[in-house]
């Protein structure tokens, strides 16, 4: 506990490491991402996300992967703006990817 409140919370993206075999690359996976309500709509996702690409960037990662179902179109809209592509819609989850330079 750092003795703050709730109230300070604001948001928070969890990415993992891993590895392509096919490009030979690191890559990043987003596994999780959470903005308080109170705070959304604000552009912190976006930062968030930015801030996660710039590190998978100067680490060499060929791209940036994440999950998100179906019924999240909020969240889906953040990710197409962001330049993230479905790999496939089969399924309730939705496997994205953003290829990097």
Do not use: M
Request: net charge neutral.
């Amino acid at each position: 506990d750092d003795g703050g409140s709730d109230e300070d919370d604001v948001g928070v993206l969890v990415a993992i490491g891993g590895y392509s075999t096919f490009k030979a690359r690191p890559t990043l996976n987003v596994h999780d991402v959470a903005i308080s309500a109170r705070h959304r709509r604000r552009g912190i996702g976006t930062r968030l996300f930015r801030t996660a690409e710039a590190h998978a960037v100067r680490t060499g990662c060929a791209k940036l992967t994440l999950e998100v179902r179906r019924d999240n179109p909020g969240a889906r809209a953040l990710y197409k703006r962001l330049g993230f592509q479905a790999e496939g819609e089969d399924d309730e989850t939705l496997f994205w990817e953003k290829p990097l330079p």
